[in-house]
Each structure stands twice: as structure tokens, then as C-alpha cells.
């Protein structure tokens, strides 16, 4: 039983239905952002977030400190759309804050779940931004409803922000780790209290986070290049199970949890990382042109030229184009004034759906053969229009390559992926995937293939170096609350039979 | 510390300051409503609120129960302003529901303090809607806070919810009651969960609730003047101290605390309710028309007209005039446009504050000797320049009558009074007053005026038949915030000495 | 061929529709304000708007000159929704300006219909607002376009001004006389030029206007309540047929038509004015009064109570009162918080539409013989609705009186009454009138009782002292636009026979 | 003077203002679109808006006819924000349509100069739709004032309006070609009557235009992508100085002007069209690449990479890569959530503005000899900060090349270009630009290399093929607003000397 409240929608023009190629991508959840002792906390935060707008478009927030109060602001929409004005900055003082932007998966796009979340504990005010997923939240929040908790927002990071109201320590830092020791899956929470602010990222180290100073103060984000545009020094990725506290005296390092090699998402070199991001120690861009390099050595094609899906596939096609000598040509251009779905209209006007994004550069295409690279197939429904598109615009020979492996397992860690049914990969061979899409050849980069571009001979099938589970279904934690909801589901099979 | 959110400020604009006459008025906090077994709760609901909107212009709110899911809608602004759209009352189906209209104290204009608040809990749903003020919401809250309980709001309401979910009690009734024995104060509730519509008064019955009846249906609302315009049938007060309990299986009444007298508070027939409402059984104008008539008993003067200070003061001075003869005439003219505080210019123009309110009709006042009747001073600021008013209009003799008694003493229970050294009568003798009101001749009624208008023949000073703190200073209930207050303050005093 | 234009609709929740029982009421175009050589102009036009809110509440405009630039704001919504605000009032800097306030007639709400109209002319900038309405607007404007004028809005006003521009005289005022000489029917006008005030009104003088004064600079306003508000005193009434000129060198008058009879119009007292206003001389609450008064002497009635329809028919049930001996009692409650109509719940729930606006004050009614008083009756639907609201209060008789004549005819001066066929005293008899309505006895005031009830011994019919042909058939003016339309018509039968 | 208007401005938040990087581009004012005989003509032109969203992303308009009335919608904001929404094309009912998105030059965002603008004329309706701009609009505008003629924008287009309104002509086509007659300057137009759409070019072609077809209707538009989006078929450009007339009957052709040679404007190569259209016969993005394989015979340099400055050096920069063999790469990343300027924080922070918007990739870019590519250099700011970033992020040598020569002259036909002295190529010698900009070497392509990126041997001096006046200062066409604003400014100075 719960409330269905659209209270807070304050902008439902933003919900707005997106066209359906939009509904064939991935999306991460979020990115977070931190600064600790800089006087214009909040529009520092805000200039981070906005490097961090590829990561959740649809609300974003910031919680301040100014030595007495904590003030916080959360919206629908951009970053840019309400953290650029004067008015809401001016309502945001202090020298510490940190702030969120956030993707959500399904309708909910309430603004009671838009973080950073606050609570107002007995030992002060204690608020919370988190990038990743808990696969337990549904069993933790069972317990705490009924221990009597209330709770406001249908996100599994409340769970996290309760816990450490119950925790009987003294100190946050320890009741904090209290209740990290509850939690599963992935996480990356940056932290603020009335005296430090706190980073920290699960056992595995799923989701980044990265380390920053300038001027001798410290800055945690997401990715690099949030600090890139504040012009921070990158110091460090925290590390996997680490807790980063920073406080007036500097950086302390906590690490509560036993040590365990990590595990970090793969998918932030394949999509959701921005190009000019350090992730993991390697550029994302090189890794990227590194899968195309790949690619060009496992699949050998005739054609004329490479042609990338934008912006997305734009490095692998480099790299393939630079690998296999082929010309490397835009032979697709995207629009940059994209987001709502038009009209349709009834007559003659072929389905628009594709081209209101994407339009086919016909001089580069007409009579050539086409390699054309994206990064991945989710639901395959882009693919198809993309490749008639390139048929229509005169490609002999359509030769689609994807620079990563096929998607065949749904994600529990803080990436939407649609349901396992609903991924092409999962329900299709490779031919009839080809067939579906009708490009004249299709192939995947290989699991070895991806691993080997980002610099490692291959998959340790012992020792995954990276969270891969999308590609070979090796989840890395347990999955509490999926196991309990089969479970229940079989029972009432069984009550049914 | 406490955090400063203006997320939830939809619409910025309805916090215009006011002009400064309006700050001189005593406030309701609330008007509360529910409603059980009709097909369209949320859109009756609505109906009961506009009722009620004289009872809090700020906020309002439903939450509606559809035998699965609960829906809430909470909106700053005025009940039709967003409540008579078909689309917010499609987001509310069900056929129970509760609502509520809000007047705030101070600046806490944010929309989650906006009731019908809602708690999950682990017997499922609970929506509660107060009107009232408790006096041990802070103690209740610091020790909730400490066993690690999460505001969401700044409102006293809050406390009773989390007293609800975390009572050990399996029925949600006894859980209920267990909230209700904890908590002290004034309290008209109306709650909601997936089988129930709970209605429950404070000890003395403090603030208002009656029941009606449509079809066999019941209604709980704050003033009967809700139950006429859905066209239902006035039953009865919810007694003091009772708790009633709507179900399928009809009404059931609940009596939790050892019996008692009720003393409802008295300001509901001087300023409050509406006249057409009755109230404790009796006709709130007729009630207000005999103020009037003991006015003229205790106050006989030589005058040419009684000019109500409109609305509030219209009954009074109809009654006045019934009683001593004098014609009743409309001396002032009310604009009913009125809301936010324009630009005042710099010159000649004197100052404009009360007239955009008021305005004198000169053809009524010129050459007269005027009695000039309103219902109560609070601060007295309006009063100084109703009179003038009334003076440069021509008046050639200005007595101003009060159909109360003086208010000496602030209210702790839903009145939005000024602190004690604000009340003009307070802190300034009745010659005192006069002068600085600027008229002719300064009466109130007496205490014991006011309680033969509503038909006893005196106060009972024994066993005072009303709640009447403002005008004798004789609290009904104990104040345990503000003792505590009182002592931290002491204390830091005794520490500075 | 006409451009229908949504674009200006900035607030389309303003053109909700209204409950019946708003549409059974007469409505006035507009009110007009105007001030010369004040420092905060804008300031003081805002105020003198919001005075004359009841003369329209649908738009709103100011313009402003500041020595070097015309400076201009228009909205939908009230003065105070948009004028109240510093930032609106700084856009309209400079020492002259002119203001409106408009209900449109229908559908029309665009903002390109709201006034003041502007137009930049060779000889400067020339800004206009009109009160009333043109009887050959229709006629010009196909003239102008023909001669190549393009039309920005579809009121009649923009005829004017492109009389204006068009003129081939030199001075502004010429070419405004000019102007004025080609138009028939009803205006009040106050336009802005880089030089001066201009004040006019047509030639019998139909719609108000009058003069102001304060510190020895001159104010023009609509009625004398917008005086008052500013602290301004009355000077006189602009004279029928009159042009005022407004500059640094004072007042100057033109009388550009040959002499005539005054013949405003009826209804400001009546109907529209603000009561605390002085119309022609004649304080409009004293005037309402009398008209109460007359009735009860021409209609000699037993009963209890005497009880106004709020707040229209307050006086005249006042002066009824007082001449009868019978008690004035606020029977009927007007809840102020209208506007919009609420969404009617299917069941149970009789008939809403009424109450919304209206409630029964029972413990008036009940068992008494009540006289309703009301000021017109313009189709009847509300009249119905609260002849039975006072039966269902319990009334035992319910005598229904009328303080001015029977509504006959259509108005064209800028009143916005309904098509004869749809005025109710213009299709049935005075019994079909009382059956209809369910009243146990219906009258009017006789017209000659509505002259005497100024001061005239009765209805000169030879040179009639007002423009009354709602109630008489007698139009003051041709309506050469009607004409034209009425044979347009035949001819279609014409030909169609 | 002028009436300065806020009143339109319905997102005031569209008016921020934009960071200097962003004023450091040429703009392009307009794109039109028209389609007749669709039966969702304006869900068409939104689409076609949409793909031409680029040359203009201020406001958009469309105004359709459904053989009775003219509908119009006008909004500021990108054609997706408004006019993807049902409820809005739903009120644009009819077969024929046109559509137009505007950028505007100053800070006039004021809605009444947002095109189509509209008339009506004695003969009907007549909407128009304007790309260019006129060089006598202001003599033009001076003469119909006098006559009379109210103009109710500041935008030159209305000039063609008032023209039309008055011609004596009785065909509305002939009205428009005595218009035509009367101006002068650059103008591609798109008309809508109730019978016909008709589409115009000024007699040396300046700006684009297209004819489609789709299902044998035509539609018109000013660049290619337009037709794609809908699935139309290219027919051809309307030819310099044509009018083609398209109604039920087909598509006529008119030639009112004395044949000459066509002179587009070579700027549509440069910057403003988009890759992936068809201009005057030429694919923009082969046009585009061949400036860069130009560049690289012209200018040979030892590097590394080749780095585009994106999104509009990209083609440029691949043609120089291909050419001279160096490798072309992802040296600086755009962030497409870029729009509004952020607040900039005090301290530590270095300088924000161009990093909103562009990143450098330093593992691109570090110990790297680069050769960075851009289209053009306007103020050059921007230029300044780019090259510094490479900089900042390691690069070792910076060689800026631009794809096109230097501008030393300002534009008067549309395009928005600062004045002369603001023109950094105008007051720079080549070598104070380099030392300005900072890098180690600057060259611009030649204005024969131009002529031969687009095909030609290079520039016909005695008959330019293109309107390049920004290069060379060759203005087309008489120019004669500002000789006449020159010709005041001098009698001014020989006044005061």
C-alpha cells in the first residue's frame, strides 16, 4: 500500500513521453558531488553537477551548510534550468554542500525523491547523495516500517538515511558504518554534516568516485571531468569499500570492510562516462577507441567508409577507422534541439520517430558500403530505424558493428536496463538479431575483446577485474530483494496449482 | 539545526508580504474534512474545503483511499485554485478521503508541512489531518528524534504520526489511542487508513468537529457550514475527548479519556466560524447579533449611526442597532480584490495600507457621530486608521465599540496570536488604548457579556464553560514546551549572571 | 477572414470557465485611470486600478512616459495578480501615465486585446484607453482596411486610434477631435501622449469619467473611489461631450460637439459603481438606498424578515428596511473565496452550483416570512437557485423584490447583457417571471420610482435625464453597426426566399 | 520615439544572458517552412521547424488556415518546447500552413516581432514569414508612418506587411510584387493567403530557399534538412528573384524582376546550414570538408593531431585530416546541456565561461603538436580561451587554422554580426590576431580557396559568384538605411563643430 502523491511535480511539462529511441538506451541513475571549506560551496557544486548533466537529466539538488543552517534546493529538470540563477544560489550559503543529479527508472518523478536527502538526527543535520543501486533496500525497508520508521520518498537511498537514525553509536561516522554494514549492491554516498563531508563507495567499488583538490580544499565527484571544470587537480578514485571523511583537519581514510579486489562497473567505459573523463585510472576516450581497435582486429570488413552512431559511437569508429585504414565520415547527423516527441502526423510522412534526432548525411552514404559503430544494443528498436535510414539515404551494404558484447542479463546496480525479455540479445541469436535489425552482417566486440581495451589481457574468469554481469549474468553481490520477490512469486504458483 | 527548504515553494508569489492590516487579525491554523462510502470523496472533499477556506487560505490538501493505493495532492494557495480542476480530482480516485486548509504561523510556507500528512506503516496507510496546536510537540519530538525518528516537516502534526508508527499495539486504533494519550494540547483530527475514517477531539474539545450524514453516509468537517454545501445533514459534535471511528460497519464512538467537561474555545463565535455555521450547538450569527445586543446593554451611547468594521464586524453591529435603535448603515466599504501589498508611492499620496481595504463611504459618516463596532483588537494598528478613516470621511464623533473582551493573554492552540507584549491590551490600560486608537470614546464587553451571548448567565468561574486564556489568562491544559522554554531560558540567564 | 491567436494567453487557467449563476449577471467593460506629472505614476495608476477592480477583472494594463520612452505592461489576471509588484512597476517609470481594467465580452481573452492601446505615431507616441463601446466600429474598421490599415486586435477601440493616425491635421488634438467626430455610441477615453493627458467623454455623456486633484496635479478616473483610494480630492465629473488636456500648463477644456443634454447611464447606479462612490453628483449608496426605499412604498408587503442578495442588493434592502420597519438580516452568506467552478460530484450531492458563492444563514430563515431584495434580474437561473435556497432554509414566504425595473432590451454601450431572447423579463410575463423563479410574489421598481430614487420627480420621457433603454427601448444613439447587420440578414432571407 | 513592451515576454527566464562565448559566433536571424494541401499541415511544419532549429532557437511561430480562419501560435523557445504538444497543434487546425524560428540581434525577445506576422487585408488573410533583412525597412517605415500606418512590432518584416495592406492593386499577388518593388536588401519569404502559398527570393538570392514534394504537394523551406525530416523529395531552389505561387492549381513560377546572376551568401557554407542539407546544389558537408582539404594545400604543418572545435569544425577538420595524412581527433568534448551562464564562483576557480560549454580531452591532446580547426573568427574571445585550454591541458604547440578567411566587414542582410570595430580580423593585422589568440601559428583560407571548396577555379571578381562582402567588403545591394543614419550622424557632427 502506498501513496501515489504528484504533489510535487512542479513542472509536468517535464515528464513529457520521450520518443521511443530515447527508450532504447541505457541510463545510469545519477552523479554526486561534494566540496569541503571553498566559500561559494553551492556554486562550485553547481558548476560540478553541470559536468555531470550526461549522467541523470531529470532532477538535480544541493544541500549546503553555512556553519548553522542546512539549506537545500531540488528541482525537475537541468542543472542549468535552476542552479544558474542568482536567487537560488543565494539560498544555498556555506562553505560545504554537496549535490546530485539524478536519472529515475520509472514514473516516479517526484520531487520527494529528488536528492540529496536530509535527515535532522540527534547529533545534527545529516544529508546524502548516492549514485548506484541496494539490492536489499525492499527487505531493510520491511524491517524498519515496522520498527516504526516513516518513510517519504519511495527510493531505496531513505533506507540508508533511517539506518543511521536508528544506529545507537555516538558518533555519525560510526553509526554510518553501521548501517553500511546493512547494506548490498552498489553505492557511491557523498555525505554532509555539520562538520565534514563524507565519501564512501561499497566493497566492490561498482559505481566511481574520484577524489579532487584545489587550493589545498577537497572535492569529491563522480567523474574527472567535474573536476576539470573547476579547475581541480584529480587526486585519487576512493577506493573500493573505503570511506573518505574530510573535515577541517583534511582526508581521513576509513576502510570498514575486509579487503577485496574491486570490481568497477564496465559500462562507464562503454557508455556512460563522459569521453574526457579518467575512470579507473584510463581515459575513457582511449579505452573507447581502444574497443574500436579491437573490433577492427576481430572483424574484418570491405567497406567504404565507418560511419558512428552519434555521439556515442563517434571514438570506436575512430578507432576502427584508424585500425582498418577505412575512411572515417559523419555519415549521420544528430540534433542537438532534441527531447519532447512532436505530433505525428497521419499522412504520407513516413514515421518521423528517428530523424527528429538523427538524419542521414546522404553524400557520404549514397552507393557505399557502411560499417556503421554503436556502443550497444539494448531493445534493438534504434537499430532498425537507424539501418533502414542509411538504406534510404543510398548504402550499398549495411555492416553494423557494436563495440561491446551483447546485453543479455538486466542490471541491478544502478543502471536502467529494461526487463531480460526485452533485451534483443537475451531473446535472439546473432542471425536473428541481424536479421531483426536488417543489416547485411552485424557482430559484438568479444568479453576478451572489451577486456583487452582497457589494457588487460583478457577476462580473469577467477577474478573478474570488472563488474561484467550485463554480458555474462556473474552478478558480484547477492540480489536480497530480487531472490525474495521470485520467491514469493513461487509460492503463489504453488498456491495456484 | 534545522534545514531551510524552498524546494517545495511551487508559487513564490502567494508569499507576498501582506499589508500590514492583515497581520492585525488573529488567524485559524486549520479547517479540516473526510468523508467515507461516496463515489466521488476527493471531488466532495473539495467542496467541504472551499467551505472552509475562511478557516486557512494558504494550503490546502486531499488524500483519498481507492481500496488499493492511496493518492495525495497538497497545493499551496487557495482550494479553488487548484482543487476545482477535474484533472487534480482524476489523481484522487476512491470513495474515502480527507482534507485539510492550512493557515501557517510564520514563513514555513513549504509545501511539505501542507496537510493531510501520510505514513506507511507497517499495518498499512495513515493519513492524518489536524486542526489545533499540541503544547509538548517539542519535548515529544526530541525524544522521537533521539530513538531515530525522521521529520519530514517542521509541523507538530508530524509528532502524532510517528507516535502512531511506532506504538507496539497490533490494531491501529489502540495504536491511535496510545498517540493520543502521549500528546497534550488542542486537537480537532481527521484520519484516514485503507478501512476507516477516524475523526477525535482533544480532552476539552478545544477546536471544532461535527458529524453529518448524506445517503446514509457520514461526514466529519470542522463547521457545519461544510456539511450544507454538499447538502448533508448536521448530526452532532464530536463530543471532547471522543474518538469516532467510520466504517463499512457504520459509526462507532470511542471515549479513551476519563469523562469531562468540554470547554471549546470561544473565539470560534467571535471571529472564526462561519456565521451560517452552528457551533456547539448554536447559530454563530445569532450568537454574534447578541454580542451586539449586551454591547448595547453594557455601552449606551448618543450616536447617529453603528458602522460595522466589515465583514467580521456586520452581525455585532446589526445587533447593536436592533437593540439601541440607532440605524445600522455601511459607513465602510469592503474591497473584495485584496490580497498582496502594492508598491506604496514615495509622495503626496498619503499612506495608502488600510485603503486598500477599506474605504470610507462618506455620504454615511459626514457630519455624524458614529459607533464603529468590530469584533476584537489584536495589536491595534488597523483600529488607529479605521478611525481616521472615519474621521477625514466627516465623522464628528468616533466610539468604538468591541463585541469582546479586551485580548491580554496569547494563545497556545491553533490561534495565530501575537506574543504578550504585542497585544495592545496587554500592555496598555483602556485610556491608554483610546488614545492611541484616536477615538472619541473605547468599550469591550465584558466577560461576562460574552458568555450570557451564547446563553449562560455568566462565567462559571468554578468551571468555565469555554476556553477563554486570551481575555483571563486561565489556560486549560498544561504548556510543557513552553515551561521548558521558559526554564532553558532562565538558566542561561542564571549562567550569564 | 479573422486570425483567432492564442498566443497572448499567458495564464490559460484564467479563462476557466464560471458557474452559471456568474454568468447570470451584468458585466462592464472596463474602467479607465490616468495621472499627469506625479513622480511614481505607475504606482498611483496601479492603485487607482485596483479601485476600479469591479469594473473588470479579466485584464489589466498600464502605460507609462518618462520623458524619452512609452513604457508598457498588459496582463490577464487582477491589478493586484501582477501590478502589486516592484519589479512590474519599475518597467513603468516616468511622471504621466494611463491604466485600464477590462472584462471582455467573450471568448477574447487575448492579451492583444488589452488595454491601453499604443501606437507610435509621426507626431510621438500615443497610448489610449477606452471605457464603453463604439455602434460603428464595425462599419470604420472595414473602411480602414480597405484604405490599408492593419488591425492588431479585435476591440473597437483600435479604431480609434487608427482614426487617429490616420488624420492629415498637424496637432495631436486636432487630429484626436478629428477622431472622436467619425464615432458613434458610448466612450469614456484617457490617453497619453509625450506631452500631455487627455481626458474625453462622448457626447451624452454615457459612461463616467471624472477629475481628481491632489498637491495641484490632476488625476482622471472612471468614479471617485479611485480618487479616494489615493487621498485625491473630487473635482468634477468630465462633462458629456467634453475633451480635457492634461499638461504642464494645467487643465484645458474643449467642447468640439454642440451642446446637448447629459444622458448617463442608469446602471452605474444600479448595478455598477462602487457604493462608496459619487456618480453624476449623487453618492451611489445613497442612491441605492432610495431605491430600497421606493420599493417599499410602492410595494407594502407583511413579512419578517428583509434579506439582501449579497453583496449588489445590501443598500437597497437597507432602505427597504428602513422605510418598511421590517428587520435587515444577513440571511444569505456570500463565501468570498469564488471564482472558479468546482468539479460536481455525481451523486447524492444535490446541485452545487449556487452554493459555491451563496449559503443559507438558516437560523435567519427559518420559519420567517422573508422579502429577498436583489438588484436586477438579468436571464433568472440564479434567482431560481436562491429562491429555493431560502425555501430549503426553511422560509415560509418568500417575496422576491427587484430595486430597479424590468431588463427588456440588449445593451451596445458596453454592457454585457445577453441577447434579448435570453433576457428573461424580455420573453415572459411578470406572473411567468414569479412562476418561474418559485417566489411567492415578484416586483420591480417602477421606472419612475428609479428616477425619483435620484432626485428627479420621474422619467422626463420628452428629453429622458438618463440612458435607460434596457429598461425602455429607448437607445440614445444610432447603431449603425447593428443596423448594418440586421439588414445583411434580411437580404440573406431575401434571397434565400 | 518608441513603446519598449515588456508585456510579451512569457519566460522571462529565455532572456538570460548568455555567456561571452556564446556572443562570440555569427547568428543567423530566421528559417521559414510553408507546406499546402496536408492534412496536418501544421504538425508538418513543426517537424520542418524542428530541422531547421538551428537557425534560429529564440522563438517559433506557425500560423495555419483551415478554409475559414487563419490560426496563429507564437512562442519564445525552441520549436520543441512549445510545439510539440498536441493541445497546441491541435489549435493550428487546416491544409496549408507556414512556420518560421527567429533569432533575434538585440535584446528585443519581445513576442510581438516573433513571425508569422498576420493581416488582414480587404481581399482576407495574409500571413508572412521573413529570413533576411531589408536595407530601407527604416526610410520605409518613416513614409507609412506619416501616412498613417500603425506598426505594432520593431521588426523589418512588418515593412512588407504595411506595403501589401496598402497597395491599390486588386490581386493579392500583385500587391506583393509592388511590394517586393519597394525594398530592398536580402529576403527569402513564405506567404499564406486563404487561396495560395507563395514563396519569394530577392533578385540576387541572398538567403536560401527550397521547393519539396511530398504525395505531389509542395512544400517550401530554407534548407534541405526540412525536407528530410518529412520524407519530402527535393525539387529545387527557388531561383534568385522568383515568386512561386502554389495553390490548388499547382506551382507557378513569376519572374517580376529584370534577370541577373544569383549571389547567395557564402556564410551558408561556412556556418549556418546544416551538414546534411543541400545548399544551392552543393552537399554543405563535402562544401565543408573541401575547405578543409583547401586549407591543408595552403597551409602545411608539422603536427600530431588534428583537432576540430566542435561541432562546426568537425567536417573541416576531417577534410584536413584526410588531406595532409594527420591524424584527426576528439581533442576538445562539448557539453550539450549548455544554455544558460552559471553564477561564477569568487575564488580559487579559474575563469568557468568556456569550459560550460567545451572541455579539453587532454589524452588527446597532452605533449601533442595540435592543429586546431574552426570555422571562423568573430570577436575572437573564445578563441583565446580554446587555445589556452589546449594548453592548460599539455599541448605542446597550438596551429589554429580557420576554414575560411578573415572577417573584416559587417553584415546587413540577416546575419548577426558585431560592428566593424568589433570585428577582430578588422582592426588586427594577422600577426597581432596570432599573438592576441596565443598560438603558435594562424592562418585563415583564402578567398579563392573558398570559391574552389565550392567548386569554382576561385573568385570572378568582375561577377563574385557569392555574397561575400564579410570578407571583402563587396556589399550587394544599396545599403540605404545607413547612409542615411551616416549622412545624420555627420550633419550632427557639422552642427557641433
Known sequence: MTLTDATHQQNPGQTDTFDESEADTLREYCGVFGVFGFDDAAAITALGLHALQHRGQEAAGIVSFDQGRFHGERRLGLVGDHFSKESTIKRLPGSAAIGHVRYATTGETMLRNVQPLFAELNTGGFALAHNGNLTNAQALRRDLIKEGAIFQSTSDTETILHLVARSRKTALVD???????????????????????????????????????????????????????????????????????????????????????????????????????????????????????????????????????????????????????????????????????????????????????????????????????????????????????????????????????????????????????????????????????????????????????????????ARPQFTDHCFTGDYPTSLTDLVEENRAQLSLLAEAS
Open 175 to 461: 553509526r554510518f558504518i553501521e548501517a553500511l554494514r546493512q547494506i548490498e549492491g552498489a553505492y557511491s554516498l557523498v555525505c554532509l554534516t555539520n562538520k565534514k563531508l563524507i565519501g564512501a563507495r561499497d566493497p566492490l567499488g561498482i559505481r566511481p568516485l574520484v577524489i579532487g583538490e584545489l587550493d589545498g580544499k577537497y572535492i569529491l565527484a563522480s567523474e574527472s571531468c567535474a573536476l576539470d571544470i573547476i579547475g581541480a587537480r584529480f587526486v585519487r578514485d576512493v577506493k573500493n569499500g573505503e570511506i573518505v571523511v574530510i573535515s577541517e583537519s583534511g582526508l581521513e581514510s576509513i576502510e570498514p570492510f575486509p579487503p577485496q579486489a574491486a570490481r568497477p562497473c564496465i559500462f562507464e567505459y562503454i557508455y556512460f562516462a563522459r569521453p574526457d573523463s579518467v575512470v579507473h585510472g584510463r581515459p575513457v576516450y582511449e579505452v573507447r577507441k581502444a574497443m574500436g581497435r579491437e573490433l577492427a582486429r576481430e572483424q574484418v570488413i570491405a567497406a567504404d567508409v565507418v560511419v558512428p552512431v552519434p555521439d556515442s559511437g563517434v571514438p570506436a569508429a575512430l578507432g576502427y577507422s584508424q585500425q582498418s585504414g577505412i575512411p572515417f565520415e559523419l555519415g549521420i547527423i544528430r540534433n542537438h534541439y532534441v527531447g519532447r516527441t512532436f505530433i505525428q502526423p497521419t499522412q504520407s510522412v513516413r514515421e518521423v520517430g528517428v530523424r527528429m534526432k538523427h538524419s542521414a548525411n546522404r553524400c557520404v552514404v549514397e552507393g557505399k558500403r557502411v560499417i556503421l559503430i554503436d556502443d550497444s544494443i539494448v531493445r534493438g528498436t534504434t537499430s532498425v530505424k537507424i539501418v533502414q535510414m542509411m538504406r534510404d539515404a543510398g548504402a550499398t551494404e549495411v555492416h553494423f558493428l557494436i563495440s561491446s558484447p551483447p546485453i543479455t542479463h538486466p542490471d541491478y546496480y544502478g543502471i536502467d536496463t529494461p526487463q531480460k525479455d526485452k533485451l534483443l540479445a537475451a531473446t535472439h541469436s546473432l542471425e536473428e538479431m541481424r536479421a531483426y535489425i536488417g543489416c547485411d552482417s552485424l557482430a559484438f566486440l568479444s568479453v576478451d575483446g572489451i577486456y583487452r581495451s582497457t589494457g588487460y589481457p583478457g577476462r580473469d574468469n
